[in-house]
């Protein structure tokens, strides 16, 4: 079986400041993890994907993510958040594609 | 090549009436999977389609759900006798068959 965890249901942080979004997953094969973003009343939009390869992977809008087999982790960062971060980020996992509940990012001014 | 369509994007209906959900996927994509979204809640799987065919309907409930995707035309969700607890949106994703879905903007349903 196959699931996804965020540890983070709310995550506030100053513009321009770093950020990290936790996501854990367990599974008992191997995976393809991504990393969504949903802006109000919109769909998701994929921000970055893990297949195979190297273990760091770049995304769209500066954000990067980095898979961590033996932790089980695809915690996804950026340097320095802008106001339009704004969003509520999504980890899933392939299979039959199981996403976390979600972690709401606000970026204040 | 556009995206994902789904029609309606807000849907009203009573207790009791029929709801139904259109998903036209992109442009080659024979794949189609339908997402329930709950306030403060995560997407949850519902059903995986290709045309004609149901490959996977594991997160549909048991009773007034359904699903299709015909040869022609978009993916159908339909759900009956609507109650207060189906409101939610409801997003379907297409793809190749691959793994990366390609999402519609939704269909948020009330129900009064």
């Known amino acids: 079986a196959q699931s996804v965890t965020q540890l983070d249901s709310q995550v506030p942080v100053f513009e321009e400041a770093p950020v990290e979004l936790r996501c854990n997953y367990s599974?008992?094969?191997?995976?393809?993890l991504f990393w969504y973003v949903q802006y109000p009343n919109q769909g998701l939009q994929l921000l970055l994907k893990y297949l195979s390869g190297s273990t760091l992977v770049k995304g769209i809008n500066g954000f990067e993510a980095e898979f961590n087999k033996s932790q089980t982790s695809f915690h996804l960062r950026k340097p320095s958040v802008h106001i339009s971060d704004t969003a509520e980020y999504f980890c899933?996992?392939?299979?039959?594609?199981?996403f976390g509940t979600g972690t709401s990012l606000t970026v204040i001014p | 090549n556009a995206g994902v369509m789904q029609n309606p994007r807000h849907l009203v209906r009573r207790r009791g009436q029929e709801a139904r959900l259109r998903c036209s996927p992109m442009k080659g994509h024979s794949h189609v999977y339908w997402y329930r979204q709950l306030p403060e809640e995560g997407l949850k799987f519902m059903v995986y389609?290709?045309?004609?065919?149901?490959?996977?309907e594991s997160g549909m409930p048991k009773e007034r759900f359904s699903a299709e995707f015909p040869k022609e035309g978009p993916s159908i969700l339909r759900i009956q006798q609507v109650v207060r607890g189906d409101s939610a949106a409801y997003f379907c994703?297409?793809?190749?068959?691959?793994?990366?879905?390609?999402f519609g903007p939704g269909t948020r349903l009330t129900v009064t």
């Open positions: 899933a996992v392939t299979g039959q594609f199981y």
């Open positions: 599974s008992s094969v191997s995976v393809y």
């Open positions: 994703a297409s793809t190749t068959g691959a793994y990366e879905q390609y």
């Open positions: 389609l290709q045309k004609e065919n149901i490959i996977d």
